[in-house]
């Protein structure tokens, strides 16, 4: 078991997909593995899904795969020298057109951005480098004034701000990806550009409960509907990166705790991504400001925190794992890390899951308890105990090898598979056991069980138990 609550994901990319370097990355620190879809060949994530899947075996504990979507690119088309330069104040044209553009014109394959492109909308592109405002619409082009000047360059992304756009978040790209990602049995689909429940919903279909669904939170229309979609998801991923392009840079703190918050409320496990450590793709040690970022992550009450090229291409992907948990730990150890959830004032609903979940907190706190052991079929109990930050890690026990693998993406939560217990007696033996070797209890040592009576029936969990280790 991991001496920390909050979980770390790794982009697995050329600097880490060789079986030997997985086994490293989770030696030293990762709880889940990203898999981006925007890179790679289906063979290549074959290999590593295999590869990750061999490593959870081999030490024994539960490791999320979470394939991560490309979602609609959109890009401007090429240039005639391949480039152009956009001054400052200079009006451009653009139209809807795959031919090359020309200085003062730039071409958008994208009928689908004119449909709803109006004066007042501003364009970025490049990852927001350059920008310019739509100032006028004419029957076959739009006019824009440039505001950020530079050189852009063929094939750049382009980002709409300030318009809903007709597009759904899944491409036929990201359902051929989908379906070969859930049939190598991955644990998560992270679906990219969601703006609407509608988004979650295609995807749905298409996941049928396979694999849980991570939204990324990277477009304004999905901080405006967060609770509506977050109700539908299963978990959530901060992706400040086009978040940072789609607002201004000032708003990206305040939006990552409000996302952090709304997940917490909905007990969905919630992942902050991007620019973490992000000197380290080169320096071997982060800078001051980026450990802080980590640490104030945790502080929110984030259930993971993600390292993307660092790890991918990066020089020292090992690392940049052990010095995120090195940051988390030093968090979690400081007297004060309490405080900062439980501010939080949680509503809970009026179920018994809430009821034994809240009382698991308190008898935690009040005993000092080894740890916490739940029971659970569809996870949905152990999540529920996880939303209250108990002081202590939290033992999920799941016959489901993929619920196991399912749980390991949420703080505090140590997933174990093993078969129900046929009677009361046995589940009393068992869990000494299992908190034995997992946790670490010795003789004096108590512990809390949370199970549904008869085993073995989802949605039962009705009993909570606090036993003394012999």
């Known amino acids: 078991m991991r001496n920390r609550l909050a979980k770390i994901v790794a982009t697995v990319g050329p600097a880490s997909a060789a079986p030997d370097n997985l086994k490293l990355l989770y030696e030293v620190g990762v709880d889940a593995f990203r898999l981006n879809f925007s890179h790679g060949s289906h063979e290549d994530h074959a290999k590593a899904i295999t590869a990750i899947r061999k490593v959870e075996k081999e030490a024994g504990n539960a490791i999320s795969i979470i394939a991560d979507m490309q979602g609609p690119k959109l890009r401007v088309s090429t240039f005639d020298n391949d480039k152009i330069e956009l001054g400052f104040g200079q009006t451009v044209i653009l139209k809807n057109s795959a031919k090359p553009g020309k200085d003062g014109v730039i071409h958008l394959p994208h009928p689908e951005l004119f449909k709803v492109l109006k004066p007042g909308h501003v364009l970025k592109f490049d990852d927001g480098k350059l920008m310019v405002t739509i100032t006028e619409q004419g029957t076959d082009h739009l006019k824009a004034r440039v505001d950020i000047p530079g050189i ?17 978040a899944m491409t036929k790209k990201d359902k051929i990806d989908m379906k ?118 945790v502080y929110q009450g ?25 940051i988390i730990m030093a968090a979690e150890q400081d007297p004060t890390y309490p405080d ?19 009382s698991v907190r308190g008898i935690a706190e009040v005993l000092g308890v080894k740890a916490v052991l ?30 196991a693998s399912r749980m390991a993406l949420t703080w505090g939560v140590h997933a174990v598979v093993m078969q129900d217990p046929k009677n009361f007696a046995e589940m ?43």
């Not at 033996?429 to 299992?434: L, N, R």
């Open 340 to 358: 900062y959830y439980m501010r939080s004032n949680l509503r809970p609903q009026a179920t018994v899951n809430d009821a034994i979940s809240q």
């Open 302 to 326: 984030t259930d993971a925190v993600m390292l993307s090229a660092e790890t991918a291409i990066g020089r020292h992907p090992a690392t940049a794992v052990a010095i995120m948990d090195r």
């Open 152 to 168: 852009l360059r063929n094939k750049k992304g382009v980002n709409v701000i300030g318009a809903v756009l007709p597009l759904s």
């Open 428 to 470: 009393l033996e068992v869990t000494q056991g299992v908190a034995k070797k997992h946790a670490g209890a010795v003789t004096g040592d108590k512990i809390i069980i949370a199970a549904g009576i008869p085993f073995g029936r989802p949605g039962t969990t009705d009993t909570l138990k606090i036993a003394t280790i012999d």
């Open 374 to 403: 739940g029971y659970t079929m569809t996870g949905s109990t152990v999540k529920r105990i996880a939303r209250e930050r108990p002081p202590c890690p939290i033992i999920g026990l799941t016959p489901n090898a993929p619920m």
């Open 180 to 297: 070969f990602a859930l049939e190598q049995g991955v644990d998560f689909i992270a679906l990219s550009f969601v703006q609407t429940t509608q988004d979650v919903r295609e995807a749905q279909k298409v996941i049928q409960g396979k694999a849980g669904l991570i939204v990324k939170i990277e477009k304004p229309s999905a901080v405006e509907n967060l609770t509506a979609i977050l109700e539908l998801a299963d978990a959530v991923m901060v992706a400040r990166g086009d978040l940072g392009v789609e607002l201004t840079l000032e708003h990206v703190p305040t939006v990552q705790r409000k996302i952090i918050a709304a997940a917490r409320a909905l007990g969905k496990p919630v992942i902050v991504a991007t620019h973490m450590l992000e000197s380290m793709i080169d320096a071997a040690t982060p800078t001051r400001a980026e450990a802080s970022d980590v640490a104030t992550a």
